[in-house]
């Protein structure tokens, strides 16, 4: 495992070299650089699939409803943000529309390796709690380069950390965090329906992070935690 450890992280820092400097000097703004970008993306989260599929896996998918609602009432005030502010995307409709197709990938690679490999390593290691704020807090970092970290951009990018996490153990299945993540992603690429200031974001977030923390400690039970896997464990049959 440890060895996986380390080649993660190298395949990690080659995506992250190669898709925030390389590729900005040799693509065109836009789409072509999107593709581009989208390529690396899939390429890095199948390998991060074959190395760490047995370690995920492990972690079974519990009978929660697909969408308790505590969890949707949560969600509501985070999802709407893409109808009211601007996300940059270019006017032109296919421009928006792979914008938006690549949010699949985005959301899949970045669940996989954030939820399913380091929520469940630090799991482990420090306990559910301190695991969903240190994985959102990494999770944070990673966007670092990518998105202007902004007062609101990183409370954005946290609280959609501990969510996804939060849901994760919920549900004890990626799918669910992968949809969640790609519909609001995928929704910056719509034209807002009203444009407000972007320092409006923040209680948009504090209020959804509110809800998630009022809610999940008077629901917390034995589903919400779910078996935790060390580096060394095995995959039963």
Known sequence: MKARLLLAVCVELIYVTVTRTWLRDHTSAGVER?????????????????????????????????????????LTPMLVVPLFFYGGIPSDPGARLVFAVSSIVVAAREEVLYRGVLLNLLMGAVGRSWALTLSSAVFLIYHYGAQPLTPYGILEIF????????????????????????IYDASWSLTPLVVLNDWWRIPFFIVGLAMFAVFGVLRSDNRFKPTVHSLSSRPTA
């Open 34 to 74: 999107e593709l581009a970008v989208t390529a690396f993306r899939a390429a890095s989260m199948i390998v991060y699939w074959v190395m760490f599929r047995s370690f995920i896996l492990q972690r079974t998918a519990t009978h929660v409803k697909v969408l308790e609602p505590w969890i949707a009432i949560g």
């Open 159 to 182: 609280s959609w950390g501990m969510a996804l996490g939060i849901i994760y153990l919920r549900q004890g299945s990626l799918v669910v965090p992968v949809a969640i993540h790609a």
